[in-house]
């Protein structure tokens, strides 16, 4: 049977080519519909393992960025010493700067307040067993032992401002005192380390003792100061024209322009002004005053400048004498010009001994002694005016020229003045005068241009041995001296090569000669310092004080009484008050009831200059290897515990390392394969 068809075949093979054409695309499909399946299941995998990986990254980076956040509040730090903590107690000693300037303020304000909390800080990481010493600038004796923790956060919080002030040697040998034993030592100084602080050498410090210096930085502020005042004459006559100067200095680096200056005298004002001060400059300024009665007088200099205002003030007191007194020592032919010069003034009180028959006694209540012609001049009378020189009194001697000078060269000498080496009777004139010394200065409005000077008959030459303490008056040609002032002590002698005789020259009747006496007598006197500094000045200087069996000198104030420790001294009562001056202000002595002086303290203008050492410069004057600097803006320090006691601190790098992965996250979600999938 045969079952071929042409039409069967036909529709066989109708039916057969589109069959076969549909399996062969199908099974080409199937191979490019598998192939495209591999090739997404390879760009998923591929996808899947960046994504995974972003996603790990941006987990690392988030725990990095939380865990160094962290470490930040944590605050780690890197120990600053390598040496091994021990089993002994420690003993610290803490030195809080206290000065006027840690009253500057910075971002975390005042300066003080800032060193009371980083010792808070020290003290707490310390044990229970170790024990501590608080050190300021007063040196006080409750300073000078150990406290425990509680003790000394007590004492802490009692430390104020103190116009005192110290130097790094003296501080660190007050803490050498106390840091001794065989227990751990440590010596911690917290301050600004203004330049007045330095030493003038190397820090001397002990080899077992491990010091720190914690610098501290205050903002910049402008500072003008009233550095000091003064008068143009030692003695004060009532009633009469007075001119005080004062001297002003500008420590920024801006100028000072107008700064208001006021003077008052016993709560009246006496002077106003203003003055402009170039950056760092020093200005003088004059100012005049008269109507003063006789006493003491309160003073007081003051300007306006802020935010600095300590150095703003500057008080002074000084006492207007109803006379001025005079010894006058005569030899028998001395004649009367001193006598008819000083009787013609009644501010002058002029009292008068014969050569034979002087009171040693009473030289330290006169400001001038006179010399007038001595014929026979003893060598115990050179050894009381040596006394009244030393204590600051005046002397002028005006030699006999008909006296032995074998006698007379034992009296000079005596008195640590030249001797005399001959007499010379050659007729001569004085050719040169200083009319910009003292006693001469306001003597004349205009130089004359042919000024008459004193004519001579017969004078003293001199051998001088020693000019470093000579000044030259008026001179003869040649450039010998005629009338020269010679420094003895705290005093000065006026040595004239000729006498007032008339056969010697005409010296005495001159027209020089009274504003020559009168200047000399007026820049003599025992000159009293118009104020003292507080914790610098620790003496003040009197004449002679005569004290009873039971009685004691004493200095008051507003709520303040203290007995001063004396000593009488050459002419003088010297008065130690240590420390027991603590502030500024107008303090009375008093013997009894009776009132002998009133003084006035200031604090001290070591502190106005507002320029600090850096951390360089404390390093050159250190250079310890047991010394280590420390400065606040430019080391991230903090007080730690522990065995080294001080370390350098990583909190502001583990801020920083947060912010950076807290970013690097950020970058990640942001750009990290960011780009559109495509098939």
């Not at 990254?57 to 962290?70: D, G, K, M, W, Y």
């Not at 610290?92 to 009253?103: F, G, K, T």
């Not at 208001?260 to 016993?266: D, G, Q, R």
């Amino acid at each position: 049977m045969n079952f071929l068809y042409p039409g069967f075949l036909f529709a066989l093979i109708s039916v057969a080519i589109p069959v076969i054409i549909h399996l062969f695309n199908f099974r080409k499909f199937k191979k490019v519909y598998f192939s495209n399946v591999q090739l997404l299941k390879e760009i998923e995998q591929q996808n899947s393992s960046k994504e995974k990986l972003k996603n790990l990254l941006i987990l690392l980076s988030r725990i990095l960025a939380i865990l160094f956040l962290v470490l930040a509040f944590a605050q780690p730090y890197i120990s600053a010493h390598d040496q091994e903590t021990t089993a002994l107690n420690n003993i610290v000693s803490i030195y809080i700067d206290n000065s006027y300037s840690m009253e500057a303020v910075n971002k975390d304000g005042s300066l003080l307040d800032e060193a009371k909390r980083r010792a808070k800080e020290l003290v707490k990481g310390f044990g229970i067993n170790d024990r501590f010493q608080l050190l300021t600038n007063d040196f006080e004796g409750k300073h000078q032992r150990l406290l425990n923790e509680e003790a000394f956060l007590k004492a802490l919080d009692d430390v104020k401002i103190s116009a005192a002030n110290r130097n790094l040697q003296q501080i660190l040998n007050r803490q050498g005192n106390v840091l001794s034993g065989t227990e751990n030592k440590y010596s911690f100084l917290i301050s600004d380390f203004q330049k007045n602080i330095s030493s003038t050498k190397k820090l001397q410090t002990k080899a077992d003792i491990q010091y720190s210096f914690l610098k501290l930085n205050a903002n910049n502020l402008p500072n003008v100061a009233v550095d000091s005042v003064w008068t143009l004459s030692p003695n004060h006559q009532p009633d009469a024209n007075e001119r005080l100067v004062v001297q002003l200095t500008n420590y920024s680096e801006e100028p000072a322009k107008n700064i208001p200056l006021k003077l008052t005298l016993n709560n009246q004002q006496k002077g106003l002004g203003a003055v402009s001060i170039p950056a760092g400059k020093t200005v003088k300024d004059t100012l005049n005053f008269s109507g003063l009665k006789a006493g003491w007088q309160k003073g007081m200099m003051s300007i306006k400048d802020f935010p600095v205002t300590f150095d703003d003030t500057l008080s002074f007191s000084f006492k207007v004498d109803k006379n001025f007194p005079v010894l006058s020592i005569n030899g028998p032919n001395a004649g009367h010009y001193i006598k008819a010069l000083f009787a013609a003034d009644a501010y002058y009180q002029l009292a008068e001994n014969a050569e034979s028959n002087v009171n040693y006694n009473n030289f330290s209540n006169y400001g001038l002694i006179v010399l007038n012609g001595l014929k026979s001049p003893s060598s115990g009378l050179a050894q009381q005016l040596k006394t009244y020189l030393h204590a600051g009194g005046t002397v002028v001697l005006f030699p006999d020229l008909d006296a032995d000078i074998q006698t007379y060269n034992s009296f000079l000498s005596g008195m640590s003045l030249p001797s005399i080496q001959a007499l010379i009777t050659t007729p001569s004139k004085v050719d040169q005068i200083d009319l910009q010394n003292p006693i001469f200065k306001t003597v004349f409005e205009e130089i004359p241009k042919n000024l008459d000077l004193p004519s001579v008959s017969r004078y003293y030459s001199f051998v001088e041995k020693n000019t470093a303490n000579k000044e030259d008056v008026m001179m003869l040609p040649g450039r010998k001296a005629f009338f020269s002032k010679y420094g003895v002590g705290n005093g000065q002698v006026y040595l004239s090569a000729t006498g007032l005789n008339a056969n010697d020259g005409n010296l005495a009747r001159h027209p020089v000669f009274v504003p020559l006496l009168y200047r000399l007598a007026l820049s003599g006197g025992n000159e009293v310092p118009l104020y003292y500094h507080i914790g610098n000045d620790n003496t003040l200087a009197s004449k002679k004080i005569a004290i009873g069996k039971n009685q004691s000198l004493k200095i008051t104030a507003d709520h303040l009484e203290v007995i001063p420790e004396i000593r009488q001294a050459e002419g003088k009562t010297l008065i130690y008050v240590a420390d027991q001056i603590k502030n500024a202000g107008f303090y009375n002595l008093k013997l009894a009831d009776s009132l002998l002086a009133v003084h006035s303290f200031n604090n001290g203008r070591a502190e106005s200059d507002l320029h600090y050492l850096s951390k360089t410069e404390l390093e050159q004057l250190a250079d310890k290897s047991n010394l280590k600097i420390f400065d606040t803006d430019k080391d991230a320090v903090k007080l730690i515990a522990g065995g080294n006691k001080i370390g350098q601190t990583l909190w502001k790098l583990c801020l920083i390392l947060s912010l950076i992965f807290i970013a690097a996250e950020i970058l990640l979600i942001r750009f990290f394969n960011n780009t559109k999938k495509t098939i």
